[in-house]
Protein backbone atom coordinates (compact mmCIF):
# COMPACT_ATOMS: atom_id res chain seq x y z
CA UNK A 1 0.00 0.00 0.00
CA UNK A 2 0.88 3.32 -0.78
CA UNK A 3 1.01 6.91 1.97
CA UNK A 4 -0.78 9.64 1.28
CA UNK A 5 2.27 11.12 0.74
CA UNK A 6 3.68 8.91 -2.19
CA UNK A 7 0.41 9.43 -3.70
CA UNK A 8 0.38 12.93 -3.40
CA UNK A 9 3.94 13.20 -5.21
CA UNK A 10 3.22 10.73 -7.37
CA UNK A 11 0.06 12.47 -8.91
CA UNK A 12 2.03 15.63 -8.28
CA UNK A 13 4.54 14.85 -10.95
CA UNK A 14 1.67 13.42 -13.26
CA UNK A 15 0.47 16.66 -13.58
CA UNK A 16 3.41 18.61 -13.61
CA UNK A 17 4.24 21.26 -16.52
CA UNK A 18 7.08 20.07 -19.08
CA UNK A 19 7.04 16.75 -17.75
CA UNK A 20 4.07 15.72 -20.10
CA UNK A 21 6.65 16.83 -22.97
CA UNK A 22 9.35 14.29 -22.34
CA UNK A 23 6.92 11.37 -21.38
CA UNK A 24 4.41 11.40 -23.97
CA UNK A 25 6.77 10.42 -26.17
CA UNK A 26 7.12 7.22 -27.61
CA UNK A 27 8.21 5.78 -24.50
CA UNK A 28 5.22 6.31 -22.67
CA UNK A 29 2.97 4.37 -25.20
CA UNK A 30 5.50 1.37 -25.08
CA UNK A 31 5.03 1.24 -21.61
CA UNK A 32 1.28 1.45 -21.60
CA UNK A 33 1.07 -0.79 -24.42
CA UNK A 34 3.51 -3.40 -22.35
CA UNK A 35 1.41 -3.21 -19.22
CA UNK A 36 -1.77 -3.86 -20.79
CA UNK A 37 -0.91 -6.58 -22.82
CA UNK A 38 0.98 -8.24 -20.39
CA UNK A 39 -2.27 -8.03 -17.70
CA UNK A 40 -4.57 -8.40 -20.72
CA UNK A 41 -2.39 -12.18 -21.43
CA UNK A 42 -1.92 -12.92 -17.69
CA UNK A 43 -5.00 -11.70 -15.71
CA UNK A 44 -7.48 -10.60 -17.99
CA UNK A 45 -7.96 -13.65 -20.57
CA UNK A 46 -8.34 -15.88 -17.15
CA UNK A 47 -11.18 -13.98 -15.93
CA UNK A 48 -12.77 -13.54 -18.86
CA UNK A 49 -12.56 -17.62 -19.89
CA UNK A 50 -14.23 -18.38 -16.23
CA UNK A 51 -16.87 -16.45 -17.56
CA UNK A 52 -17.44 -17.74 -21.04
CA UNK A 53 -16.66 -20.97 -19.68
CA UNK A 54 -19.25 -21.43 -17.34
CA UNK A 55 -21.89 -19.46 -19.45
CA UNK A 56 -20.73 -21.82 -22.80
CA UNK A 57 -23.56 -24.01 -22.42
CA UNK A 58 -26.47 -21.17 -21.36
CA UNK A 59 -27.41 -19.94 -18.41
CA UNK A 60 -29.56 -22.77 -17.26
CA UNK A 61 -26.38 -25.14 -17.64
CA UNK A 62 -25.01 -22.51 -15.30
CA UNK A 63 -27.51 -22.72 -12.78
CA UNK A 64 -27.65 -26.09 -13.27
CA UNK A 65 -23.98 -26.95 -11.62
CA UNK A 66 -25.19 -25.53 -8.50
CA UNK A 67 -28.18 -27.69 -8.24
CA UNK A 68 -26.00 -30.49 -7.81
CA UNK A 69 -25.72 -31.98 -4.23
CA UNK A 70 -22.07 -32.21 -4.30
CA UNK A 71 -22.02 -28.68 -5.31
CA UNK A 72 -23.96 -27.11 -2.15
CA UNK A 73 -22.00 -29.78 -0.08
CA UNK A 74 -19.04 -27.98 -1.21
CA UNK A 75 -20.33 -24.42 -0.87
CA UNK A 76 -21.67 -24.84 2.28
CA UNK A 77 -18.12 -26.27 3.69
CA UNK A 78 -16.09 -23.40 2.51
CA UNK A 79 -18.79 -21.18 4.37
CA UNK A 80 -18.70 -23.35 7.42
CA UNK A 81 -14.42 -23.18 7.65
CA UNK A 82 -14.35 -19.36 6.68
CA UNK A 83 -16.62 -18.70 9.90
CA UNK A 84 -15.02 -20.58 12.26
CA UNK A 85 -11.44 -19.60 10.56
CA UNK A 86 -11.69 -16.16 10.30
CA UNK A 87 -13.31 -15.28 14.04
CA UNK A 88 -10.89 -17.16 15.48
CA UNK A 89 -7.86 -15.78 13.37
CA UNK A 90 -9.19 -12.57 14.58
CA UNK A 91 -8.98 -13.08 18.31
CA UNK A 92 -5.39 -13.92 17.59
CA UNK A 93 -4.74 -11.08 15.62
CA UNK A 94 -6.24 -8.46 18.36
CA UNK A 95 -4.18 -10.40 21.36
CA UNK A 96 -1.13 -10.57 19.12
CA UNK A 97 -1.24 -6.99 18.37
CA UNK A 98 -2.38 -5.93 21.44
CA UNK A 99 0.60 -7.95 22.98
CA UNK A 100 3.60 -6.77 20.35
CA UNK A 101 1.88 -2.97 19.91
CA UNK A 102 1.18 -2.20 23.50
CA UNK A 103 4.12 -3.53 25.52
CA UNK A 104 8.21 -3.31 25.00
CA UNK A 105 9.85 -7.16 25.79
CA UNK A 106 12.25 -9.01 25.01
CA UNK A 107 12.02 -11.33 21.97
CA UNK A 108 9.44 -9.22 20.44
CA UNK A 109 11.24 -9.10 16.58
CA UNK A 110 11.71 -13.33 16.90
CA UNK A 111 7.65 -13.31 17.62
CA UNK A 112 6.85 -10.93 14.84
CA UNK A 113 9.17 -13.39 12.74
CA UNK A 114 7.36 -16.62 13.77
CA UNK A 115 3.52 -15.30 13.03
CA UNK A 116 4.56 -14.38 9.66
CA UNK A 117 6.23 -17.70 9.00
CA UNK A 118 3.44 -19.47 7.86
CA UNK A 119 3.45 -17.20 4.81
CA UNK A 120 6.67 -18.34 3.60
CA UNK A 121 6.14 -22.00 3.70
CA UNK A 122 4.36 -24.05 0.84
CA UNK A 123 0.60 -24.46 1.43
CA UNK A 124 1.66 -28.34 0.87
CA UNK A 125 3.86 -28.40 3.80
CA UNK A 126 1.30 -27.09 5.82
CA UNK A 127 -0.67 -29.98 4.96
CA UNK A 128 1.76 -32.06 5.29
CA UNK A 129 2.55 -31.22 8.91
CA UNK A 130 -1.08 -32.20 10.00
CA UNK A 131 -0.84 -35.61 8.33
CA UNK A 132 2.34 -36.31 10.69
CA UNK A 133 0.44 -35.22 13.30
CA UNK A 134 -2.84 -36.47 13.34
CA UNK A 135 -2.90 -39.34 10.09
CA UNK A 136 -3.17 -42.39 10.56
CA UNK A 137 0.88 -43.34 10.80
CA UNK A 138 1.03 -40.09 12.50
CA UNK A 139 2.09 -38.94 16.05
CA UNK A 140 -1.44 -39.03 17.58
CA UNK A 141 -2.79 -41.29 14.88
CA UNK A 142 -3.34 -44.39 17.12
CA UNK A 143 -4.55 -42.34 20.13
CA UNK A 144 -6.89 -40.15 17.92
CA UNK A 145 -7.91 -43.75 16.38
CA UNK A 146 -9.10 -45.26 19.93
CA UNK A 147 -11.36 -42.72 20.51
CA UNK A 148 -12.88 -42.62 17.13
CA UNK A 149 -11.99 -39.15 16.45
CA UNK A 150 -10.84 -38.21 12.48
CA UNK A 151 -9.19 -35.01 11.49
CA UNK A 152 -7.19 -35.88 8.46
CA UNK A 153 -9.47 -36.83 5.99
CA UNK A 154 -12.42 -34.86 7.82
CA UNK A 155 -13.55 -31.37 8.61
CA UNK A 156 -11.34 -30.76 11.66
CA UNK A 157 -8.54 -31.23 9.36
CA UNK A 158 -9.13 -28.90 6.75
CA UNK A 159 -9.84 -26.07 9.28
CA UNK A 160 -6.87 -26.67 10.79
CA UNK A 161 -4.92 -26.68 7.95
CA UNK A 162 -6.61 -23.43 6.61
CA UNK A 163 -5.78 -21.51 10.16
CA UNK A 164 -2.39 -22.15 9.63
CA UNK A 165 -2.34 -20.86 5.75
CA UNK A 166 -4.50 -17.57 6.92
CA UNK A 167 -2.57 -17.37 10.81
CA UNK A 168 -0.63 -13.85 9.77
CA UNK A 169 -3.38 -11.95 7.87
CA UNK A 170 -5.12 -10.06 10.66
CA UNK A 171 -2.06 -9.87 13.06
CA UNK A 172 0.03 -8.39 10.57
CA UNK A 173 -2.20 -5.44 9.07
CA UNK A 174 -2.92 -4.69 13.07
CA UNK A 175 0.58 -4.67 14.70
CA UNK A 176 2.00 -2.14 11.99
CA UNK A 177 -0.77 -0.08 12.74
CA UNK A 178 -1.34 0.13 16.30
CA UNK A 179 2.35 0.66 16.53
CA UNK A 180 2.13 3.55 14.51
CA UNK A 181 -1.03 5.08 16.58
CA UNK A 182 0.76 4.98 19.70
CA UNK A 183 -0.01 4.37 23.13
CA UNK A 184 -1.12 8.00 24.09
CA UNK A 185 -4.94 7.60 24.17
CA UNK A 186 -5.07 3.80 25.68
CA UNK A 187 -3.01 5.31 28.74
CA UNK A 188 -5.15 8.65 29.21
CA UNK A 189 -8.50 6.32 29.46
CA UNK A 190 -6.63 3.89 32.31
CA UNK A 191 -5.17 6.22 34.10
CA UNK A 192 -8.78 8.21 33.74
CA UNK A 193 -9.86 4.75 35.69
CA UNK A 194 -11.65 3.08 32.44
CA UNK A 195 -11.23 -0.99 32.70
CA UNK A 196 -8.75 -2.75 30.06
CA UNK A 197 -11.75 -4.31 28.43
CA UNK A 198 -13.64 -0.30 27.96
CA UNK A 199 -10.14 1.02 26.56
CA UNK A 200 -9.80 -1.53 24.27
CA UNK A 201 -13.71 -1.54 23.27
CA UNK A 202 -14.08 2.18 23.32
CA UNK A 203 -10.72 3.34 22.39
CA UNK A 204 -8.56 0.88 20.82
CA UNK A 205 -11.23 -0.28 18.66
CA UNK A 206 -12.29 2.45 17.04
CA UNK A 207 -8.81 3.81 15.72
CA UNK A 208 -8.04 0.23 14.21
CA UNK A 209 -11.52 -0.58 12.67
CA UNK A 210 -10.87 -0.32 9.09
CA UNK A 211 -7.16 -1.76 9.58
CA UNK A 212 -9.16 -4.58 11.25
CA UNK A 213 -11.59 -5.25 8.82
CA UNK A 214 -8.87 -4.85 5.94
CA UNK A 215 -6.97 -7.69 7.95
CA UNK A 216 -10.92 -9.85 7.89
CA UNK A 217 -11.62 -9.36 4.17
CA UNK A 218 -7.80 -10.81 3.17
CA UNK A 219 -8.13 -13.83 5.57
CA UNK A 220 -11.46 -14.19 4.64
CA UNK A 221 -10.62 -14.47 0.88
CA UNK A 222 -7.51 -17.05 1.69
CA UNK A 223 -10.20 -19.07 3.94
CA UNK A 224 -12.38 -19.28 1.28
CA UNK A 225 -10.24 -19.83 -1.94
CA UNK A 226 -7.44 -22.38 0.31
CA UNK A 227 -6.09 -25.19 -2.24
CA UNK A 228 -2.94 -27.12 -1.58
CA UNK A 229 -3.01 -27.11 2.25
CA UNK A 230 -6.73 -28.24 2.31
CA UNK A 231 -5.97 -30.67 -0.61
CA UNK A 232 -3.68 -32.26 1.31
CA UNK A 233 -5.53 -33.09 4.71
CA UNK A 234 -9.30 -33.24 2.67
CA UNK A 235 -8.77 -37.09 1.42
CA UNK A 236 -11.22 -35.48 -1.71
CA UNK A 237 -14.23 -37.28 -0.56
CA UNK A 238 -17.29 -36.05 -2.27
CA UNK A 239 -19.96 -34.04 -0.60
CA UNK A 240 -17.98 -34.72 2.66
CA UNK A 241 -14.84 -32.92 3.08
CA UNK A 242 -14.72 -31.22 -0.69
CA UNK A 243 -14.27 -26.96 -0.47
CA UNK A 244 -15.25 -25.35 -3.16
CA UNK A 245 -11.50 -25.08 -4.67
CA UNK A 246 -11.90 -29.02 -4.22
CA UNK A 247 -14.47 -29.43 -6.00
CA UNK A 248 -13.58 -27.37 -8.81
CA UNK A 249 -10.12 -29.85 -9.62
CA UNK A 250 -12.70 -33.11 -9.05
CA UNK A 251 -15.53 -31.96 -12.17
CA UNK A 252 -12.39 -30.34 -14.21
CA UNK A 253 -10.86 -33.69 -14.06
CA UNK A 254 -14.33 -35.34 -15.07
CA UNK A 255 -13.96 -32.81 -17.87
CA UNK A 256 -17.09 -30.94 -16.84
CA UNK A 257 -15.49 -28.28 -17.75
CA UNK A 258 -18.82 -25.86 -17.45
CA UNK A 259 -19.58 -27.46 -13.93
CA UNK A 260 -15.66 -26.53 -12.90
CA UNK A 261 -15.82 -22.93 -13.98
CA UNK A 262 -19.14 -22.19 -12.85
CA UNK A 263 -17.71 -23.01 -9.32
CA UNK A 264 -15.07 -21.24 -10.65
CA UNK A 265 -17.23 -18.34 -10.99
CA UNK A 266 -18.46 -17.79 -7.69
CA UNK A 267 -14.92 -17.93 -6.00
CA UNK A 268 -13.62 -14.92 -8.78
CA UNK A 269 -16.85 -12.96 -7.67
CA UNK A 270 -15.54 -13.55 -4.01
CA UNK A 271 -12.06 -12.24 -5.28
CA UNK A 272 -13.99 -9.23 -7.22
CA UNK A 273 -15.50 -8.20 -4.11
CA UNK A 274 -12.28 -8.96 -1.89
CA UNK A 275 -10.47 -6.34 -4.24
CA UNK A 276 -13.17 -4.10 -3.93
CA UNK A 277 -13.28 -3.90 -0.45
CA UNK A 278 -10.02 -3.68 -0.47
CA UNK A 279 -9.61 -0.65 -2.16
CA UNK A 280 -12.78 0.88 -0.39
CA UNK A 281 -11.04 0.56 2.95
CA UNK A 282 -7.65 1.94 1.57
CA UNK A 283 -9.54 4.58 0.44
CA UNK A 284 -10.86 5.60 3.81
CA UNK A 285 -7.47 4.98 5.84
CA UNK A 286 -5.91 7.37 3.46
CA UNK A 287 -8.61 10.17 4.07
CA UNK A 288 -8.48 9.00 7.52
CA UNK A 289 -5.23 9.97 7.82
CA UNK A 290 -4.99 12.97 5.08
CA UNK B 1 7.13 -10.75 34.44
CA UNK B 2 8.07 -7.33 34.86
CA UNK B 3 11.72 -8.36 34.39
CA UNK B 4 11.55 -9.43 30.58
CA UNK B 5 9.61 -6.16 29.76
CA UNK B 6 9.09 -2.63 30.13
CA UNK B 7 6.63 -1.33 32.67
CA UNK B 8 2.94 0.18 31.06
CA UNK B 9 0.29 1.14 32.82
CA UNK B 10 -1.77 -0.67 29.85
CA UNK B 11 -3.25 -3.90 30.81
CA UNK B 12 -3.63 -7.29 29.77
CA UNK B 13 -0.39 -8.00 28.73
CA UNK B 14 0.10 -11.65 30.15
CA UNK B 15 -3.00 -12.25 28.62
CA UNK B 16 -2.74 -11.47 25.21
CA UNK B 17 1.29 -12.61 24.99
CA UNK B 18 0.24 -16.00 26.79
CA UNK B 19 -2.85 -16.71 24.53
CA UNK B 20 -0.30 -15.24 21.28
CA UNK B 21 2.25 -17.95 22.20
CA UNK B 22 0.04 -20.94 22.82
CA UNK B 23 -1.78 -20.46 19.65
CA UNK B 24 1.14 -19.75 17.89
CA UNK B 25 2.35 -22.84 19.39
CA UNK B 26 -0.75 -24.57 18.80
CA UNK B 27 -0.98 -23.72 15.21
CA UNK B 28 2.18 -22.97 13.90
CA UNK B 29 5.48 -24.06 15.78
CA UNK B 30 4.16 -27.58 17.20
CA UNK B 31 3.43 -29.07 13.77
CA UNK B 32 6.37 -28.12 11.95
CA UNK B 33 8.12 -29.70 14.83
CA UNK B 34 6.63 -32.57 14.08
CA UNK B 35 7.90 -32.33 10.19
CA UNK B 36 11.16 -31.99 11.67
CA UNK B 37 10.99 -34.88 14.43
CA UNK B 38 10.00 -37.31 11.80
CA UNK B 39 12.54 -36.48 9.03
CA UNK B 40 14.84 -37.08 12.46
CA UNK B 41 13.26 -40.93 12.75
CA UNK B 42 13.86 -41.48 8.95
CA UNK B 43 17.11 -44.16 8.48
CA UNK B 44 19.77 -41.57 6.91
CA UNK B 45 20.35 -43.81 3.85
CA UNK B 46 16.52 -43.44 3.12
CA UNK B 47 16.86 -40.12 3.57
CA UNK B 48 19.48 -39.16 1.15
CA UNK B 49 17.59 -41.97 -0.74
CA UNK B 50 14.82 -39.89 -1.29
CA UNK B 51 16.28 -36.78 -1.51
CA UNK B 52 18.78 -37.80 -4.10
CA UNK B 53 16.34 -40.11 -6.13
CA UNK B 54 15.98 -38.95 -10.20
CA UNK B 55 12.44 -38.21 -9.76
CA UNK B 56 13.19 -35.42 -6.86
CA UNK B 57 15.88 -33.66 -8.50
CA UNK B 58 13.85 -33.47 -11.60
CA UNK B 59 11.58 -31.60 -9.56
CA UNK B 60 14.00 -29.53 -7.64
CA UNK B 61 15.29 -28.27 -11.02
CA UNK B 62 11.89 -27.50 -12.35
CA UNK B 63 10.82 -25.94 -8.76
CA UNK B 64 13.77 -23.75 -8.69
CA UNK B 65 14.17 -23.05 -12.31
CA UNK B 66 10.72 -22.23 -13.36
CA UNK B 67 10.66 -19.94 -10.29
CA UNK B 68 13.84 -18.38 -11.12
CA UNK B 69 12.75 -17.66 -14.26
CA UNK B 70 9.14 -16.20 -13.16
CA UNK B 71 10.79 -13.69 -10.40
CA UNK B 72 12.91 -12.62 -13.39
CA UNK B 73 10.53 -12.02 -15.77
CA UNK B 74 8.03 -10.18 -12.41
CA UNK B 75 10.94 -8.15 -12.28
CA UNK B 76 11.29 -6.67 -15.41
CA UNK B 77 8.15 -6.43 -15.87
CA UNK B 78 6.70 -5.50 -12.52
CA UNK B 79 8.90 -2.64 -12.98
CA UNK B 80 7.53 -1.82 -16.65
CA UNK B 81 3.69 -1.92 -15.13
CA UNK B 82 5.18 0.30 -11.52
CA UNK B 83 6.60 2.46 -13.86
CA UNK B 84 3.41 2.89 -16.02
CA UNK B 85 1.50 3.23 -13.29
CA UNK B 86 3.36 5.97 -11.34
CA UNK B 87 4.30 8.18 -14.02
CA UNK B 88 1.69 8.25 -16.62
CA UNK B 89 -2.17 9.17 -16.50
CA UNK B 90 -4.60 7.48 -19.01
CA UNK B 91 -7.73 6.18 -18.56
CA UNK B 92 -8.34 3.41 -17.03
CA UNK B 93 -5.07 3.51 -14.48
CA UNK B 94 -6.76 2.89 -11.41
CA UNK B 95 -8.94 -0.09 -12.27
CA UNK B 96 -5.24 -1.42 -13.48
CA UNK B 97 -3.96 -0.55 -10.62
CA UNK B 98 -6.86 -2.07 -8.48
CA UNK B 99 -6.41 -5.19 -10.56
CA UNK B 100 -2.57 -6.18 -10.00
CA UNK B 101 -3.81 -7.23 -6.66
CA UNK B 102 -5.84 -9.96 -8.13
CA UNK B 103 -3.42 -13.06 -7.94
CA UNK B 104 -3.52 -12.61 -4.33
CA UNK B 105 -7.19 -12.65 -4.13
CA UNK B 106 -8.00 -14.98 -6.86
CA UNK B 107 -7.93 -18.42 -5.39
CA UNK B 108 -4.90 -20.62 -6.64
CA UNK B 109 -7.80 -23.41 -8.60
CA UNK B 110 -9.35 -20.69 -10.48
CA UNK B 111 -6.17 -19.17 -11.88
CA UNK B 112 -4.91 -22.57 -12.29
CA UNK B 113 -7.48 -23.98 -14.40
CA UNK B 114 -8.36 -20.57 -16.27
CA UNK B 115 -4.59 -20.32 -17.43
CA UNK B 116 -4.42 -23.94 -18.45
CA UNK B 117 -7.58 -23.12 -20.84
CA UNK B 118 -6.17 -19.99 -22.05
CA UNK B 119 -3.28 -21.60 -22.89
CA UNK B 120 -4.31 -24.85 -24.18
CA UNK B 121 -3.78 -25.51 -27.72
CA UNK B 122 -7.34 -24.65 -29.03
CA UNK B 123 -7.16 -21.62 -25.99
CA UNK B 124 -7.05 -17.76 -26.84
CA UNK B 125 -3.25 -17.53 -26.85
CA UNK B 126 -2.22 -20.96 -27.46
CA UNK B 127 -3.81 -21.30 -30.60
CA UNK B 128 -1.60 -17.90 -31.99
CA UNK B 129 1.53 -19.74 -30.08
CA UNK B 130 0.91 -23.41 -31.50
CA UNK B 131 2.38 -22.44 -35.24
CA UNK B 132 5.14 -21.06 -34.15
CA UNK B 133 6.08 -24.51 -32.22
CA UNK B 134 5.31 -23.12 -28.86
CA UNK B 135 3.33 -25.42 -26.78
CA UNK B 136 2.70 -23.54 -22.91
CA UNK B 137 0.17 -25.73 -21.49
CA UNK B 138 1.00 -29.21 -20.14
CA UNK B 139 4.87 -27.87 -20.59
CA UNK B 140 7.75 -26.38 -18.26
CA UNK B 141 6.70 -23.37 -20.16
CA UNK B 142 2.98 -23.31 -18.18
CA UNK B 143 4.71 -23.53 -15.13
CA UNK B 144 6.51 -20.53 -15.39
CA UNK B 145 3.66 -18.41 -16.42
CA UNK B 146 1.68 -19.90 -13.69
CA UNK B 147 4.37 -18.40 -11.03
CA UNK B 148 4.56 -15.44 -12.86
CA UNK B 149 0.97 -15.08 -12.46
CA UNK B 150 0.94 -15.40 -9.22
CA UNK B 151 4.71 -13.43 -8.44
CA UNK B 152 3.38 -10.18 -10.17
CA UNK B 153 1.62 -8.17 -7.13
CA UNK B 154 4.68 -8.85 -5.21
CA UNK B 155 7.24 -6.89 -7.55
CA UNK B 156 4.57 -3.98 -8.55
CA UNK B 157 4.05 -3.49 -4.83
CA UNK B 158 7.26 -3.07 -3.67
CA UNK B 159 8.44 -0.92 -6.47
CA UNK B 160 5.42 1.81 -6.95
CA UNK B 161 6.01 3.02 -3.41
CA UNK B 162 10.05 3.39 -4.44
CA UNK B 163 9.03 4.71 -7.63
CA UNK B 164 6.74 7.67 -6.45
CA UNK B 165 9.62 8.68 -4.05
CA UNK B 166 11.73 9.31 -6.32
CA UNK B 167 12.85 12.69 -5.86
CA UNK B 168 11.14 14.72 -9.07
CA UNK B 169 14.29 17.35 -8.14
CA UNK B 170 16.77 15.56 -8.69
CA UNK B 171 15.50 13.91 -12.33
CA UNK B 172 14.54 17.66 -13.40
CA UNK B 173 18.01 19.04 -12.02
CA UNK B 174 19.79 16.26 -13.73
CA UNK B 175 17.85 17.13 -17.17
CA UNK B 176 18.31 20.79 -16.62
CA UNK B 177 22.25 19.68 -16.23
CA UNK B 178 21.94 17.70 -19.96
CA UNK B 179 21.92 14.51 -18.61
CA UNK B 180 19.62 11.97 -21.07
CA UNK B 181 16.59 10.46 -20.24
CA UNK B 182 18.99 7.01 -20.12
CA UNK B 183 21.06 8.50 -17.90
CA UNK B 184 18.74 9.64 -15.59
CA UNK B 185 17.40 5.99 -15.91
CA UNK B 186 20.68 4.49 -14.84
CA UNK B 187 21.92 7.20 -12.14
CA UNK B 188 18.65 8.24 -10.50
CA UNK B 189 15.76 6.40 -10.66
CA UNK B 190 17.51 2.45 -10.70
CA UNK B 191 20.05 3.01 -7.88
CA UNK B 192 16.70 4.11 -5.49
CA UNK B 193 14.79 1.64 -6.41
CA UNK B 194 16.98 -1.45 -7.03
CA UNK B 195 16.36 -2.32 -2.96
CA UNK B 196 12.57 -2.58 -3.92
CA UNK B 197 13.37 -4.49 -7.19
CA UNK B 198 15.67 -6.99 -5.12
CA UNK B 199 12.97 -7.19 -2.82
CA UNK B 200 10.01 -7.87 -5.06
CA UNK B 201 12.01 -10.48 -6.82
CA UNK B 202 12.88 -12.41 -3.63
CA UNK B 203 9.33 -12.25 -2.47
CA UNK B 204 7.45 -13.50 -5.38
CA UNK B 205 10.65 -16.33 -6.17
CA UNK B 206 10.00 -17.20 -2.49
CA UNK B 207 6.08 -17.80 -3.14
CA UNK B 208 7.05 -19.37 -6.33
CA UNK B 209 9.08 -22.49 -4.73
CA UNK B 210 5.99 -23.39 -3.21
CA UNK B 211 3.13 -22.74 -4.93
CA UNK B 212 0.88 -25.60 -6.01
CA UNK B 213 -2.76 -24.97 -6.85
CA UNK B 214 -1.98 -22.94 -9.78
CA UNK B 215 0.86 -25.49 -11.24
CA UNK B 216 -0.36 -28.70 -11.03
CA UNK B 217 -3.63 -27.75 -13.43
CA UNK B 218 -1.38 -26.28 -16.29
CA UNK B 219 1.68 -28.56 -15.67
CA UNK B 220 0.97 -31.87 -16.88
CA UNK B 221 2.42 -32.96 -13.79
CA UNK B 222 4.48 -36.07 -16.09
CA UNK B 223 7.23 -37.58 -14.24
CA UNK B 224 10.47 -36.38 -14.48
CA UNK B 225 9.13 -33.60 -16.91
CA UNK B 226 6.56 -31.54 -15.55
CA UNK B 227 6.41 -31.97 -11.47
CA UNK B 228 7.53 -29.69 -8.93
CA UNK B 229 8.56 -30.37 -5.65
CA UNK B 230 5.41 -29.75 -3.50
CA UNK B 231 3.52 -32.55 -6.14
CA UNK B 232 5.88 -34.88 -5.56
CA UNK B 233 4.96 -34.98 -1.60
CA UNK B 234 1.11 -35.05 -2.53
CA UNK B 235 2.16 -38.27 -4.57
CA UNK B 236 4.29 -39.57 -1.54
CA UNK B 237 1.22 -38.96 0.90
CA UNK B 238 -1.11 -40.45 -1.84
CA UNK B 239 1.18 -43.56 -1.53
CA UNK B 240 0.99 -43.66 2.21
CA UNK B 241 4.74 -43.22 2.37
CA UNK B 242 5.22 -40.53 5.12
CA UNK B 243 9.06 -40.50 5.68
CA UNK B 244 9.29 -39.61 1.60
CA UNK B 245 7.02 -37.01 2.10
CA UNK B 246 8.45 -35.68 5.04
CA UNK B 247 12.04 -35.76 3.85
CA UNK B 248 11.12 -33.96 0.74
CA UNK B 249 9.01 -31.80 3.22
CA UNK B 250 11.76 -31.03 5.46
CA UNK B 251 13.99 -29.86 2.45
CA UNK B 252 11.24 -27.64 1.14
CA UNK B 253 11.27 -26.43 4.97
CA UNK B 254 14.87 -25.45 4.96
CA UNK B 255 14.34 -23.82 1.68
CA UNK B 256 11.80 -21.46 3.05
CA UNK B 257 14.47 -20.40 6.02
CA UNK B 258 16.56 -19.94 3.85
CA UNK B 259 14.21 -17.69 2.24
CA UNK B 260 13.23 -15.79 4.84
CA UNK B 261 16.35 -14.58 5.52
CA UNK B 262 17.05 -13.93 1.93
CA UNK B 263 14.03 -11.49 2.42
CA UNK B 264 15.23 -10.23 5.85
CA UNK B 265 19.14 -9.68 4.43
CA UNK B 266 17.56 -7.54 1.40
CA UNK B 267 15.49 -6.02 3.38
CA UNK B 268 18.42 -4.39 5.72
CA UNK B 269 20.47 -3.87 2.64
CA UNK B 270 17.49 -1.80 1.21
CA UNK B 271 17.35 0.44 4.98
CA UNK B 272 21.23 0.71 4.54
CA UNK B 273 21.15 2.24 1.44
CA UNK B 274 18.04 4.70 2.16
CA UNK B 275 19.84 5.98 4.83
CA UNK B 276 23.49 6.54 2.72
CA UNK B 277 21.27 7.31 0.00
CA UNK B 278 21.99 6.03 -3.60
CA UNK B 279 25.44 5.91 -5.11
Known amino acids: MMTAAAHAMADERRSRPGRATITSSLGRWVCIALTLGFLAALLLAPLAIVVTTALGKGIGAYLESFSDSDAGAAIRLTLLTAAIVVPVNTVFGIAAAWAIAKFEFHGKSLLITLIDLPFAVSPVIAGLVYVLLFGMQGWFGHWLQDRDISIIFAVPGIVLATLFVTFPYIARELIPLMQQLGNDEEEAAITLGASGWMTFVRVTVPKVRWGLLYGIILCNARAMGEFGAVSVVSGHIRGLTTTMPLHIEILYNEYNFVGAFAVASLLMLLAVVTLIAKNVIEWRMNKGRG | ?279
Not at chain 2, 120 to 141: C, D, H, M, S
Open chain 2, 1 to 279: MSSFRQPSVLPGFGLTLGFTTFFLGAIVLLPLAALVLKTATIDWNHFVQVLLDKRSVASYRLSLGASLLAGCINTVFGFIIAWTLVRYEFPGRKLIDALIDMPFALPTAVSGIALTAVFAKNGWIGRYLEPFGIQVAYTWVGVVVALTLIGLPFVVRSVQPALAEVQADLEDAAETLGASRRQVMRHIILPTVAPALATGFTLAFARALGEYGSVIFIAGNLPMKTEITPLLIVIKLEQFDYAGAAALGFIMLLGSFIMLLAINLVQAWGRRRMVAGPG
